[in-house]
T-cell receptor, first 113, second 117 residues
Framework: AQSVTQLGSHVSVSEGALVLLRCNYS??????LFWYVQYPNQGLQLLLK??????LVKGINGFEAEFKKSETSFHLTKPSAHMRDAAEYFC???????????FGTGTSLTVIP | KAGVTQTPRYLIKTRGQQVTLSCSPI?????VSWYQQTPGQGLQFLFE???????NKGNFPGRFSGRQFSNSRSEMNVSTLELGDSALYLC????????????????FGPGTRLTVT
C-alpha cells in the first residue's frame, strides 16, 4: 500500500535561510509525487509535481524537489526563505494508475524575521 | 479564468442534521474530487465525479454522498451529522479523470468549513 511520511510537523527557519521539508514515500513502483502549499483559510495550491520525467523538479515561488528512488524521498527545498513562505506544506503520493491518492500529515513552516 | 468556487464558505450545523456543500469547477473541467481535512486525520480523499458518475471512492461511510450535474458542478451531502464530521471540506477540479492516472493537475477551491455542534 502507498503511504507518505512527512518528517517534522513544525519547521522554523530564519528569513533568508535554506528551507528543507522532508517527505518519504513507500511504494514498490515509483508513484506520482506532489507538494502542495496551504495558506490560512485557503485551499491547496500545487507547488510542483513529479511524474517520472526529470528527477529534479522546479516549482513555483522558487521551490524545487528532488526525487530519489534509492531513498524513496521527495524533499522540498528553497534556497532562501521569505516571510510569505510561512504556510502549511503537504506532500502527496498517487499511484500511476491513479486510483489511490494519499496526503502526508503536513509540515507547518514558520519563517522568523 | 475563474478558479474553483465552493459555497458556502462556513457552515454550522447540529448533530443529526444533514448538509449539502456545493462546488463549481473551473470552466471546462469535468472532474471534481472531494476531500475532508481534519486536524486528527489530515487530508483524506472522499470521492471523485467525472461526467456525472462517481468514479472512485475513499474509505468513508455511506452518510457521505455526492453527485455531479451536466455542467460539472458538484454537490456533496452528509446525512445524520456527527461531531467528528467537523472539518474543512475541499473540492478540486481537473480536466481529466484524476484517479485514472491523468497527469493533469488538480486545482483546489478554498474549502467549506463545517462545524457540527
Amino acid at each position: 500500500a502507498q503511504s507518505v511520511t512527512q518528517l517534522g510537523s513544525h519547521v522554523s527557519v530564519s528569513e533568508g535561510a535554506l528551507v528543507l521539508l522532508r517527505c518519504n514515500y513507500s511504494s514498490s513502483v515509483p508513484p506520482y509525487l506532489f507538494w502542495y502549499v496551504q495558506y490560512p483559510n485557503q485551499g491547496l495550491q500545487l507547488l510542483l509535481k513529479y511524474t517520472s520525467a526529470a528527477t529534479l523538479v522546479k516549482g513555483i515561488n522558487g521551490f524545487e524537489a528532488e526525487f530519489k528512488k534509492s531513498e524513496t524521498s521527495f524533499h522540498l527545498t528553497k534556497p532562501s526563505a521569505h516571510m510569505r513562505d510561512a504556510a502549511e506544506y503537504f506532500c502527496a503520493v498517487r499511484t500511476q494508475t491513479g486510483n489511490q491518492f494519499y496526503f502526508g500529515t503536513g509540515t507547518s513552516l514558520t519563517v522568523i524575521p | 479564468k475563474a478558479g474553483v468556487t465552493q459555497t458556502p464558505r462556513y457552515l454550522i450545523k447540529t448533530r443529526g442534521q444533514q448538509v449539502t456543500l456545493s462546488c463549481s469547477p473551473i470552466s471546462g473541467h469535468r472532474s471534481v474530487s472531494w476531500y475532508q481535512q481534519t486536524p486528527g486525520q489530515g487530508l483524506q480523499f472522499l470521492f471523485e465525479y467525472f461526467s456525472e458518475t462517481q468514479r472512485n471512492k475513499g474509505n468513508f461511510p455511506g452518510r457521505f454522498s455526492g453527485r455531479q450535474f451536466s455542467n460539472s458542478r458538484s454537490e456533496m451531502n452528509v446525512s445524520t451529522l456527527e461531531l467528528g464530521d467537523s472539518a474543512l471540506y475541499l473540492c478540486a477540479s481537473s480536466l481529466a479523470l484524476w484517479t485514472s492516472g491523468s497527469s493533469y493537475e488538480q486545482y483546489f477551491g478554498p474549502g467549506t468549513r463545517l462545524t457540527v455542534t
